[in-house]
């Protein structure tokens, strides 16, 4: 079965820092991963997906089939980048939903 | 463009009863999942329907179920409510080509919060 491992519940860094929120996943398969993220007070949205190769909003996440890992990077945290994160995993096709980690919460201080 | 819509937004039940959640899915989608997340962790995939059929499901006991209606509303039936149910319910919906599509961008409602007493 699919895991999503987010190591940490919480990480905090100071404002232009750089942020490094991990993702590690389990899948005998070509999986396709997800960022998701929640601003306080909203919905969960989508912030990247893998195949895309997009920088969303300065973040950027590079699928390491290797490590099986696909960390969220951002060179200059933002006050507005504070969030809790989700990384997800897709397997076998859009009909088998999607499988979450627990969420990082990112805190950014001033 | 209307989001996706649930309701209640809040609901507290006791143990052993019965309900329902409803979903409006985003104008143009006919896809809808459905998540359950409890305190503290990820969301967790229940169930999708595509057309108003169950096209996909995950390690959820069969007294949870749903429907989806013609307009592509959706809802979420749980039965013989346990305590462990208590979480919050998410919906999301999407635009599916085919049944199993792969994955287009799904979009979530604001959850309802229930609680078992």
């Known amino acids: 079965a699919q895991r999503v491992t987010q190591p940490e519940k919480l990480l905090s860094v100071f404002k232009g820092a750089p942020v490094e929120l991990k993702c590690n996943y389990s899948?005998?398969?070509?999986?396709?991963l997800f960022w998701y993220v929640q601003y306080s007070r909203q919905r969960l949205q989508l912030l990247l997906r893998?195949?895309s190769r997009e920088s969303i909003k300065g973040f950027t996440a590079d699928l390491n089939k290797g490590e099986t890992s696909f960390h969220l990077k951002k060179p200059f945290a933002q006050e507005e980048d504070s969030a809790m994160y989700y990384c997800a995993l897709l397997s076998g096709g859009g009909a088998d939903g999607l499988t979450f980690g627990k969420g990082t919460h990112l805190i950014i201080q001033p | 463009e209307t989001g996706v819509t649930q309701s209640p937004t809040h609901l507290i039940k006791t143990r052993g009863q019965q309900v329902t959640l409803r979903c409006s899915s985003q104008?143009?989608?006919?896809?809808v999942s459905w998540y359950q997340q409890a305190l503290g962790q990820g969301p967790q995939f229940i169930f999708q329907?595509?057309?108003?059929?169950?096209?996909g499901r995950g390690n959820f006991p069969p007294r949870f179920s749903g429907l989806q209606f013609p307009n592509y509303s959706s809802e979420l039936n749980v039965n013989a409510l346990e305590l462990d149910d208590s979480a919050l319910y998410l919906c999301?919906?999407?635009?599916?080509?085919?049944?199993?599509?792969?994955?287009?961008?799904?979009?979530f409602g604001p959850g309802t919060r229930l609680t078992v007493l």
């Open positions: 999301a919906s999407t635009r599916a080509v085919a049944a199993l599509d792969s994955y287009n961008e799904q979009f």
């Open positions: 329907y595509y057309r108003e059929e169950e096209n």
């Open positions: 899948y005998s398969g070509s999986p396709e």
């Open positions: 104008s143009g989608h006919n896809t």
């Open positions: 893998h195949i």
